[in-house]
């Protein structure tokens, strides 16, 4: 299947700074990609929608001014988790659908850590 | 999006059949039936999807009611490694924004 990988795979930073997670899609184009978190014992919780070229869509409760996302190119997608805090730890996971099909492919995670 | 239910929780002797089960009774005509797995730690793996038809993998066999309103995912030979968190999703095409909600899924343990 398709391979989508994930920078950094944990992470730990101190409570106020920002956090960079980079999600590419290595051997496809992906027009659409997704964000989702995960707390332990908890199923995945889709943050947001970011297409190629537009903006992201977030879902309800999750601010967009606090977890920024890029998608500038077909192959890479960014969450900027900003001023970070102890509560944002979490596991962060992308996903991306090849372009003109329909399958989901998952990205290995991001752990953040927030001290 | 449809919402799944499915048990919380199944065993599976290793090498026999696991068949997990999956209810989406409001299922819409142009969504899909997906399955994941997360191995702890990892990111879901898909496993198969399928719209009417019963689909089969190298991985699995998708099994649809001719109503759609359950399906049920079979792994013909389990392995240990297949104990896994396994997630049924109904998803509609992504041109319709279509996006994948996961509900807490199925706890499946493959026992030696």
């Known amino acids: 299947g398709a391979v989508v990988s994930q920078h950094p795979s944990r992470v730990i930073c101190k409570s106020g700074t920002s956090v960079k997670i980079e999600c590419r899609s290595l051997d496809f184009q992906a027009t659409t990609m997704f964000w989702y978190r995960q707390f332990p014992k908890q199923s995945l919780m889709l943050m947001a929608t970011?297409?190629?070229?537009?903006?992201?869509?977030?879902e309800q409760g999750v601010e967009k001014d606090k977890f920024l996302i890029n998608h500038a190119s077909l192959t890479l997608s960014t969450l900027t988790v900003t001023s970070a805090h102890p509560e944002d730890s979490s596991f962060y996971i992308c996903s991306a659908i090849l372009a003109g099909a329909e399958t989901q492919y998952f990205g290995p995670g991001t752990r953040l850590l927030v001290l | 999006d449809a919402k799944t239910t499915q048990p919380p929780s199944m065993d599976c002797a290793e090498g026999r059949a696991a068949n997990l089960p999956c209810n989406h009774s409001?299922?819409?005509?142009?969504?899909?039936v997906y399955w994941y797995r997360q191995i702890h730690s990892q990111g879901p793996q898909y496993i198969i999807h399928g719209l009417k038809n019963n689909e089969t993998n190298e991985m699995a066999s998708l099994i649809i009611t001719e109503d759609r309103k359950s399906s049920t995912l079979i792994l013909p030979h389990a392995t240990l490694r297949d104990t896994a968190v396994y997630y049924c999703?109904?998803?509609?095409?992504?041109?319709?924004?279509?996006?994948?909600?996961f509900g807490d899924g199925t706890t499946l343990t493959v026992k030696p």
């Open positions: 970011s297409n190629e070229g537009s903006k992201a869509t977030y």
């Open positions: 409001t299922i819409s005509g142009n969504e899909y």
């Open positions: 999703i109904v998803r509609a095409p992504i041109t319709n924004a279509g996006k994948s909600t």
